[in-house]
């Protein structure tokens, strides 16, 4: 899609004594989920006011599709957002809500149908908002960023409130919405509910980017080449398997983490100590994982800094 980019750099802000962001840059491609993950208060509710133009930096500049957004004359057409789910009316049906949205930027009535029914709303289109869960509050904010069909979706914790069913659709949705084209950014504080949706990740604290990195490479880094093995005679293969100069650890009743050999490797040195072998897979590492190998670069660096 066309201009469907988030550049952000150099964002300073401070409140008062706080300093909010403290450099902040990265930048945000079509066709991908990007995960914006780190620690409350760590600056990204702040990164998304910035770029939405509902706060202004002290320094630095947020472009999406390389304008500045109050310049944008149709906004909700080129970006849309989900900050606060509770930002509704609560008078209003949710339909009323969303015709009220469309009506001020000059989207027709038959969108709205559309959001209500991409979000799974439409049965509940015409009850007030005010009654409903926060899990169905966070399902109208994401019809309204959806509204004006934009190339570029900002979400901040669209998780948060959100049943496992909702936690599983919403997963498929922002795939499909990357897969479109469009730039979807999304902030977490729990890397976990980013696990099977980011292609990026931009990892932040304290204001500033700490790491920013593709998730399948990351992925690949922090499983190491590892090969699990699944077998009824654990400590007779980790015995067979180090004796090969392997590092294998067993991490449960029947199963062994082993690195070093490769799959096939290790498959030919159990069969030729005749150990009996019920599976044999690569080692899949969690995001957590990755993360912990992400930030550990530089939570050392910091560690280093403060010693000196
Ligand atoms: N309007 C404000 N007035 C004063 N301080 C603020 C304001 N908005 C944010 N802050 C402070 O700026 C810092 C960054 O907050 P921000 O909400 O951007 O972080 P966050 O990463 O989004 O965290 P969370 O996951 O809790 O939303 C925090 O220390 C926060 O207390």
Same mark, same amino acid.
């Given at each position: 899609?066309?201009?469907?980019?988030?550049?952000? $750099?150099?964002?300073?802000?401070? @409140?008062?004594?706080?300093?909010?962001?403290? /450099?902040?840059?990265? *930048?945000?491609?079509?066709?991908?989920?990007?995960?914006?993950?780190?620690?409350?208060?760590?600056?990204? $509710? *702040? &990164?998304?006011?910035? +770029?939405?133009?509902?706060?202004?930096?002290?320094?630095? &500049?947020?472009l999406v599709g390389g304008r500045p957004y109050r310049q944008l004359r149709t906004p909700l057409r080129q970006v849309g957002a989900l900050l606060d789910a509770n930002?509704?009316?609560?008078?209003?049906?949710?339909?009323?809500?969303?015709?009220?949205?469309?009506?001020?930027?000059?989207?027709?009535?038959?969108?709205?149908?559309?959001?209500? /029914?991409?979000?799974?709303?439409?049965?509940?289109?015409?009850?007030?908002?005010?009654? @409903?869960?926060?899990?169905?509050?966070?399902?109208? /904010?994401?019809?309204?960023?959806?509204?004006?069909?934009?190339?570029?979706?900002?979400?901040?914790?669209?998780?948060?409130?959100?049943? !496992?069913?909702?936690?599983?659709?919403?997963?498929?949705?922002?795939? $499909? #919405?990357?897969?479109?084209?469009?730039?979807?950014?999304? $902030?977490?504080? #729990?890397?976990?509910?980013?696990?099977? &949706?980011?292609?990026?990740? +931009?990892?932040?604290?304290?204001?500033?980017?700490?790491?920013?990195?593709?998730?399948?490479?990351?992925?690949?880094a922090a499983a190491r080449g590892r090969v699990v093995v699944r077998t009824r005679a654990p400590e007779t293969a980790r015995t067979e398997l180090l004796r090969a100069g392997a590092t294998a650890t067993v991490t449960g009743p029947d199963t062994l983490d082993v690195a070093g050999p490769s799959a096939e490797r290790v498959?030919? #040195?159990?069969?030729?100590?005749?150990? !009996?072998?019920?599976?044999?897979?690569?080692?899949?590492?969690?995001?957590?994982?990755?993360?912990?190998?992400? &930030?550990?670069?530089?939570?050392?660096?910091?560690?280093?800094?403060?010693?000196?």
């Amino acid at each position: 899609m066309d201009n469907a980019t988030i550049e952000v $750099s150099g964002l300073r802000k401070r @409140f008062g004594p706080t300093v909010a962001l403290d /450099g902040m840059s990265f *930048t945000v491609q079509p066709g991908r989920v990007t995960g914006f993950v780190g620690p409350n208060g760590a600056g990204k $509710s *702040t &990164t998304m006011r910035v +770029v939405l133009g509902l706060d202004t930096a002290d320094a630095g &500049t947020a472009l999406v599709g390389g304008r500045p957004y109050r310049q944008l004359r149709t906004p909700l057409r080129q970006v849309g957002a989900l900050l606060d789910a509770n930002a509704v009316q609560p008078s209003r049906s949710a339909r009323n809500h969303l015709l009220w949205l469309a009506h001020s930027q000059g989207i027709g009535r038959a969108r709205v149908d559309t959001v209500l /029914g991409q979000v799974g709303l439409a049965a509940v289109a015409r009850r007030r908002a005010g009654g @409903f869960s926060l899990g169905m509050r966070q399902r109208l /904010g994401i019809a309204a960023a959806l509204l004006g069909d934009p190339p570029i979706l900002l979400l901040d914790e669209p998780v948060n409130g959100l049943d !496992p069913e909702g936690v599983i659709w919403i997963r498929g949705l922002l795939r $499909s #919405l990357a897969a479109e084209g469009r730039a979807v950014l999304v $902030s977490s504080h #729990l890397m976990s509910e980013l696990q099977d &949706t980011a292609d990026q990740l +931009v990892v932040v604290g304290r204001g500033r980017v700490i790491a920013d990195a593709n998730v399948t490479e990351l992925l690949a880094a922090a499983a190491r080449g590892r090969v699990v093995v699944r077998t009824r005679a654990p400590e007779t293969a980790r015995t067979e398997l180090l004796r090969a100069g392997a590092t294998a650890t067993v991490t449960g009743p029947d199963t062994l983490d082993v690195a070093g050999p490769s799959a096939e490797r290790v498959v030919a #040195l159990l069969t030729a100590g005749r150990v !009996p072998v019920a599976e044999v897979s690569a080692y899949q590492a969690s995001l957590e994982e990755a993360y912990l190998t992400l &930030t550990r670069d530089a939570v050392e660096f910091q560690a280093g800094q403060v010693a000196r």
